[in-house]
C-alpha cells in the first residue's frame, strides 16, 4: 500500500486516540472499577488514565528513534531478524485475540440488551462485515471516519452528561478512601489493561510526519481518560457503587435512569450509540492491525487479500469463546491485565532500550574508527 496516499493527519490520528480508549471501557470498565474499589472507583480511573502515559512515553521514544515505522518494523530492528520476527509474531498474535474479544463484546451485548430474538453469529457476522470493508479501504478512510463520528459521540456524551445532573448525589462518594488507598490502586491495573494503545503503533508509518505527534498521543489517552472519569463518576453519584458493581453494563443502567418531565425517558440509546461508535472504531483498527502485521512480517505486497480469511477466523474463533460469559468475565479479571501489560509495555520497553544499545554501540564504532587527516 502506498503509504504516501494514505497518510493520516495528527489530528486525525488524536480523534483515533480517542475512539480507542474509549471503545470498550465506557460500558464494561465502571463495574469491574467498582467491584474492587467500590465508590473510590473514580478514583481508580484517574490512576489508570496516569498508568496508561507510562507506556505512551515509550512510545514517544520509539517514534523519536523511527518515526515511520510501526511497532512489528521497530521489533525487527531492536531485535534482529528471527527473534524480532517471534516477537512480532505474538504481537499479531495479541492483535487477534483482542479482534475477536471485541467483537464478543458487541455481539453479546447486543443480543442481551438490544437484540434478543437475533442470532449473535448474524451480528457479529454483520459487524465483521463492517470492520472488513473499512479496513479494505484503508487507514485514511479510517481516519476520516473518525473525524465525521467525533462530533456526534460528543454530543451524545453531553447530552448524558446534562440530562444526569439532577440525579446526582454526592453523598454516594462518600467516605472517601474508606478502605485505604491499596483497593483503588488494585482497581486501576486491570483498567489500565482494557487500553491498548500499543495497537496504535501499526498506523505509525501512515501518519504525517510531525513533532506534534507524541503530543497528539498523550491528547488523546487523556481526552479518551477523562470521558471515561465522567462516566465512572455518573456511575457512583447516580447509580451508588453496590448497584454498579453488580450490573455487567452499569453505564447502560445510568442512561436508563433519565427522566425529564416524565416525557423524555428511555433514551439509553445515547450510551448504546456512544459505545458502539467507539468499539467499532477500536475493532477496525485492531483488525488493521492484525492483517497489516502478517503483511509485514511475511513481507506481502498488500493486506487486502488476507482481510476475508482473517475476518472469517476472528467469526469463527469468537463463537466458542463467548458461550459462557462467565468465563469471559473471568478471563478479563485474572489473566487479560497481565496478557495486556506484555504487549502494552513490557516488549516496548524492552524494544526501546535494545534500540538505543544497538545505537549508542553503532555510535561508538563510528567513533573508534580511523580518521584520515587531510593536508
Known sequence: MDKENREIGVHQFTLMVIFFGMGSSILIAPASLAIIAKQDAWI???IGTLMDLIPVVVYAGLIRLYPRKSILEMNELAFGKWLGIAVSLLYVFFFFVLSYALLGDVGYFLTTQVMPETPIVFIMSCMMLVALMAVRLGPDVIARGS????????LLFFLLVIMLLPKTEVHKMQPIMEFGAVPALRAAFPYGSLQEYVVLMMLLPYVKSSPKIHSSFFAGVIAAGAVVFVIMLLC???LGPGLTSVNLYPTLTLAK???IGKFLERVEVIIGGMWLITITFKLIMTFFATAAGLT???RFN?????TVPLAMLVVVFVMPTYTNIVVVVDFVDRVWPYFSWLFMLVLPTAAWVALWVRRLAAKGVDDDSPQVESG
Open 296 to 298: 509485514q512480517i511475511f
Open 302 to 306: 498488500n493486506y487486502a487479500f488476507l
Open 236 to 238: 457512583i453519584v447516580v
Open 257 to 259: 435512569k433519565i427522566s
Open 147 to 154: 473525524e465525521v463520528f467525533f462530533p456526534w459521540v460528543m
Open 44 to 46: 481508580s480511573s484517574i
